[in-house]
């Protein structure tokens, strides 16, 4: 009989082998990537742009553009569009982001043949009306206002600007200013530039029909191109910004800095040392000023990579009068870190949550798509995540150490509060 009382024995799991997609160039030179594994009658069509705001020539252009590529096309109006799709039970979504602009088409397996030209036609001819514009500029002016009384978002927004400049894609934001500066004309010229396919992603039920059909159907598309833009980098030195709020209660910390990319030694490094300090709910910051000090509900520190930047953010929401003590605070975290090993106690709980929560991202087949489509589309080698748990598995204290002395230096990092 089993004895629930006893803990079963842990194993250690140091695969993490990604299915191979099937790869096909289509002649327009559009990359099909198919990925089996769905066992339901259903499918996910995601369509890839290099079209987000690094490419604007005006900010809110790759935002707008994308949105509206649903309000209505040449044969369909918005409300047409809609009805059809719901009539099928087929879901669309619209993600613009900053290096790149996804439209997806969920829909079941076997109205595929309906609702896919549907959605084609959606991508290829928009027609970007004038009064659907006018209303979603309107709807997003109103977020806009309420989004801009948060002190958080107010403070993420500073610190983006301040770490990359007022100017640059990754530093600016779309103010009210912005969409009242865009027009059709505007949208049609970006479309028309940047929102061509490059990729296409497909999960689904390992079907050659399928797949033939989507090969077809797909090969309408112009050929993809590539417009590199250079941007000068941000020499600024660190500094403290504060927003002060007569009538907040409580002000959002935000901490960050440029810090290195994917393809650099000691990313791997780097990206496990953040977990350490402030990547999970058992972190250092996370340890020391919410559960000992009681200064937050909650703090966090992420390593965001992007196609050509990276930026590492510490944030959190605390008590006016504590503002002074929680940059102190974290400065003391992060001074341990350059000076004093990481314990072997903490080390191996940190290492088994962090591989825990990376092979637990492959639950179902589109979570495992998403990390093929983030070694494709970042250009990576395909054992990445496999490279990337066997580094963890066998990091050390003194690798973390030399990493926290090159690159988590307290004094290098953009400080902003507000409230």
Known sequence: MLDRKIAPPFLKSTSFILPNPTTVQLTNGINLHFIAGVQQDIIKIEFIFKAGKWFESKVGLSHFTAQMMERGTTEKTSAELAEFFDRYGAHIEISPGLDFTSIALYSLSKNLHQVFPAFSEMVRTPTFPESELRHMKEVFIQNL???NEKNSVLASKALRKNIFGSTHPYGSSIEQEDVNNLNRTDLFQYFNEYLIPSEIFVVSKEDKSTMDYIIKSADVFLSPHTRDKILPRQLSSPFLQKKDKSNSVQSSVRLGKKTISRNHSDYFNLLFLNHILGGYFGSRLMKNIREEK?????????????????FIVIGADVNKENETLIFQEIKNEITQLQTIKIKDEELEAAIGHFTGSLQSETANPFSVAEKIKTIKLFSLPDNYYQSLLEKVYSINSNQLLSTAQSHLNEDELFKVVVG
Not at 298 to 310: A, D, F, M, P, T
């Open 145 to 147: 206002k309420v989004n």
């Open 294 to 310: 009681g200064l937050t509900y909650g703090i966090q520190s992420s390593l965001n990579s992007l196609v050509n930047e990276s």
